[in-house]
């Protein structure tokens, strides 16, 4: 019987096969939250206490605390204590906006969670908008439930890491999330694509082309695109393209453009700054409410402690 002791858990976790007695949410990995289906892999678990980690959520390796650019100011602790809860709900990850109900990196001071997934992604590109510090992913996978703040579409829901790149807000307890192409930058009407160069690819809102929706591709990186969202498009050959594939060399240009036309115009960018520098009196109040009733807790303890100790004496005196 192989076991291993994962610092996770307090008991030996043993090499286990997974059946049908094993009932929700005792069939999910503590570690990616996946299901745990029988023959997919080994896992390991500890069934007195209903916790499980596939092998190779086991064996990977978690750094106890990260620094990642979305949020520069603090390192993010890795959370292992399963279901906790905030006073207004599930903590949910701040990038991705799913519920963090297993493994996940937590900044107290901020109240910024990220789930393992987004910790492990890597921006694109920033770009500061007057109100927002936005990075671009490219395959994050956002929750279904979430909504672009532009123009209040979805972002694809299951398939959200095949339709569109996506800008994510790192200001803390912001959710701000909108498509590459609701983006304030201006894009371009035509563009020029190496695979295509017979013709301009042309900004259209929407090209369908027939089929069913799982049967629509990017011409340029042949990966599945949604139909519903814009493309460079050229209609005499029929190619179509994500906008992010259409303009991805021409992407930081437009970003320093719009935000050097943001400078000019008096905005300011800092968005990230602006709300530390807002949240510092609220925190130092906070800090000077939580000291002043230890000052209080502390002279209840003290007479409660003299209380004690009259009484001990009294007992003897009158033994």
């Not at 299901?35 to 990977?60: I, M, Q, S, T, W």
């Not at 969202?229 to 992407?251: D, M, Q, R, T, W």
């Amino acid at each position: 019987m192989m076991e291993i002791q994962h610092f996770s858990h307090e008991h030996p976790l043993v090499l286990i096969q997974i059946d049908d007695t094993l009932r929700y949410p005792e069939t999910e990995c503590h570690v990616c939250a996946q299901d745990l289906v029988p023959e997919a892999c080994p896992v390991y678990g500890c069934k007195d206490c209903g916790f499980y980690l596939h092998k190779p959520c086991a064996e990977r390796q978690l750094a106890p605390q990260i620094d990642h650019p979305l949020l520069p100011p603090h390192p993010l602790i890795l959370n292992t204590e399963l279901f906790r809860i905030r006073s207004y709900g599930i903590y949910h990850c701040s990038c991705c906006q799913k519920n963090c109900v297993h493994f996940f990196y937590h900044c107290s001071e901020c109240n910024y969670d990220l789930d393992l997934e987004c910790a492990s992604l890597v921006p694109t590109l920033k770009l500061r908008d007057p109100s927002h510090l936005l990075f671009l992913f490219e395959k994050v996978d956002i929750c279904r439930y979430a909504t672009c703040s532009v123009c209040g579409d979805d972002f694809g829901g299951a398939d959200s890491k095949i339709n569109s790149p996506i800008f994510v807000c790192a200001v803390p307890e912001c959710v701000h999330a909108l498509h590459l192409h609701c983006a304030p930058i201006t894009l371009p009407q035509t563009v020029r694509h190496e695979y295509h160069n017979f013709h301009d690819l042309v900004y259209t809102k929407s090209v369908t082309e027939g089929g069913h929706w799982d049967g629509y591709y990017c011409d340029a990186c042949e990966e599945k695109r949604n139909p519903k969202f814009p493309v460079y498009y050229c209609k005499e050959c029929n190619f179509a393209c994500h906008v992010f594939c259409g303009i991805s060399k021409e992407l930081p240009s437009l970003i320093e453009a719009y935000e050097s036309d943001c400078l000019q115009r008096g905005d300011c960018l800092e968005a990230l700054l602006r709300y530390y520098k807002d949240k510092l009196p609220r925190l130092r109040s906070e800090k000077e409410e939580l000291e002043n009733k230890l000052e209080e807790i502390a002279q209840k303890v003290g007479a409660l402690e003299a209380q004690r100790v009259i009484h001990q004496l009294s007992k003897l005196l009158t033994g």
